[in-house]
């Protein structure tokens, strides 16, 4: 007997049909004997229409009861599904997150999971009943409701099968696991069986939607092993999210990801002097811009040199407008900005142990005739920025240079 929690995702809880769908998936899992919680996430597109409403109403709405409005989706999912189980015979209650508790911090919109009470819930597993979940959501300080941020219930789920110390967790949503790429723009993009926790919050992070970048951290920290799969083919195996040491096969590269989610500034002309960089990144840290990839050119008179990074697009006025304000301390001759620019990543831990992987990827791109513009490296990724024309080449050509290409199927003769 194992205890598991399952996650269901805004699709999969998307009407009364696959409500009842998700109640005979979490019944399986119950007639194997198994102790099962449910995190669930609201209607896909409800938490949408949530958010709508409150900054139609103010745009500058106390935060409080932003969270007050946009957890209620999930209040309703969490309500359902209970129902949905007992129509088919299995006992279950569910539970609003000040309910279990799960305490956050006090950053409403985007709080923090900081302890989560399992006694009861234990108690109430043991008993043979399932827990549902209102996912995305806790109790901050000062007892009011808070929530995780957008795509927070897969931290929820993570967080909350580290606290019960549960054997895993599986995440039910509407692809049938990891893939090498986005397969949208790779046709020939593979699932992977597994892949490490690193690696999976790279790709995360780097652009790939599967999961909330936070739920890997978080299962990362605790060794939870985390499956991805489809409610809709739940029998496909999916991708096993674990330690690097039960992953045999590491290949130099593992996926390719990408995002168009970026913008470039570049600071001409900037004294070549100590202090100068905090004078820029300062006041950008201040207005809360989250400044990705920096380059700085060495200068040619050793007085004045030109620096660009990238913030997300959706921070670029506000980064233009703190360095501006910034300008007389910073001492640039001339500030340009581009918005049409994206990020491609190669990943894994290969890379580690096989020199010359981002030479690959260099000559790969040149061969393309695409143009380099910012290159950031860590231990098992390479991101380049490059024009946003050229993303699907890039990812293409990388996905087949780094053999991810799946094997198209054999053709059939007449
Ligand atoms: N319903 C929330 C959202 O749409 C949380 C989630 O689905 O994970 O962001
Ligand atoms: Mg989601």
């Not at 194992?2 to 049909?17: E, H, P, Q, R």
């Not at 409800?46 to 500058?60: F, I, M, R």
């Amino acid at each position: 007997m194992a205890k598991i929690v399952m996650k269901f995702g805004g699709t999969s809880v998307a009407d009364l049909a696959r409500i009842r769908g998700v109640a005979a998936l979490v019944k399986r899992e119950v007639d194997r004997g198994n102790q099962v919680a449910v995190v669930v996430s609201a209607m896909s597109g409800e938490t949408n229409k949530l958010v709508g409403w409150v900054k139609d109403l103010n745009p500058l709405h106390d935060a409080r009861e932003y969270d007050a409005v946009v957890a209620s989706g999930e209040q309703v999912t969490a309500g359902l599904t209970a129902i949905a189980l007992s129509a088919i015979g299995v006992s279950a209650r569910s539970w609003m997150g000040w309910q279990v508790a799960i305490h956050t911090s006090g950053v409403h919109g985007s709080a923090r999971i900081l302890d989560i009470d399992t006694a009861e819930m234990n108690a109430q597993l043991a008993t043979g009943q399932v827990a549902v979940v209102a996912g995305f959501q806790g109790v901050a300080p000062g007892n009011r409701i808070s929530t995780l941020g957008r795509g927070g219930s897969d931290t929820s789920a993570v967080a909350l099968a580290a606290a019960l110390k549960a054997d895993r967790c599986d995440i039910y949503t509407d692809v049938d696991g990891v893939y090498t790429s986005d397969p949208r723009i790779v046709t020939r993009a593979q699932r992977l069986e597994k892949i490490s926790y690193e690696e999976m919050l790279e790709l995360a992070s780097l652009g790939a939607k599967v999961l909330q970048t936070r739920s890997v951290e978080m299962a990362m920290v605790h060794r939870v092993p985390v499956r991805v799969l489809s409610t809709f083919d739940p029998d496909k195996g999916g991708t096993l999210v674990c330690d690097e040491e039960d992953i045999v096969e590491k290949n130099p590269v593992t996926g390719i990801a990408y995002t168009r989610d970026e913008a470039k500034i570049t600071l001409l002309r900037v004294p070549d002097k100590p202090g100068v960089a905090a004078a820029i990144f300062g006041p950008l840290a201040e207005s809360g811009v989250n400044v990705d990839m920096i380059v700085q050119n060495v200068s040619e008179d050793g007085r004045r040199t030109d620096l660009t990074f990238t913030v997300g697009r959706a921070d670029l006025d506000r980064a233009l407008d703190a360095i501006r304000n910034a300008a007389p301390h910073i001492g640039y001759k001339d500030l340009v900005s581009d918005n049409s620019v994206a990020k491609v990543s190669i990943i894994g831990i290969g890379m580690r142990a096989h020199p010359g992987i981002a030479q690959t990827m260099f000559k790969t791109l040149a061969e393309k005739g695409i143009n380099i513009q910012v290159i950031s490296t860590s231990e098992i990724k390479v991101s380049v920025l490059i024009s946003e024309d050229y993303v699907e080449l890039a990812v293409r050509a990388l996905h087949s240079v780094y053999d991810l290409d799946a094997t198209p199927p054999q053709a059939v003769e007449a």
